[in-house]
Nanobody, 126 residues
Framework: QVQLVESGGGLVQAGGSLRLSCAAS????????MGWFRQAPGKEREFVAA????????YYVDSVKGRFTISRDNVKNTVYLQMNSLKPEDTAVYYC???????????????????WGQGTQVTVSS
């Protein structure tokens, strides 16, 4: 069983920055593929970014490229999402997710992730 706890959300003005953190339980965090997803009111949950277990492979949805950075610290069992130049359309609940199926790959489909955090709200005002 893996537990994921997100933090770092909040209210920020457009153009501002936030850093989300996701702390994971378990002694084998370095084997987890990690992803960030978001869900805005009335919309489906969508992929934002993913990082392979080594950190050597990273992928972003086009709408956040150049603004968001995903990273991980396998000693602290934590994955981060640095969000810069935030826009009102980034407003959503942000979730981190873990995939334990193995391999140094990124996963883009939410159905490939078995474990999810409770989410953290990000609100960007215009």
């Amino acid at each position: 069983q893996v537990q994921l706890v997100e933090s770092g959300g909040g209210l920020v003005q457009a153009g501002g920055s936030l850093r989300l953190s996701c702390a994971a339980s378990g002694r084998t965090f370095s084997t987890y593929t990690m992803g960030w997803f978001r869900q805005a009111p009335g919309k489906e949950r969508e992929f934002v970014a993913a990082i392979s277990r080594s950190g050597g492979r990273i992928y972003y949805v086009d709408s956040v490229k150049g603004r968001f950075t995903i990273s991980r610290d396998n000693v602290k069992n934590t994955v981060y999402l640095q969000m810069n130049s935030l826009k009102p359309e980034d407003t959503a609940v942000y979730y981190c997710a873990a995939d334990l199926s193995g391999g140094d790959y990124v996963r883009l489909d939410l159905y490939e992730y078995r474990y999810w955090g409770q989410g953290t709200q990000v609100t960007v005002s215009s």
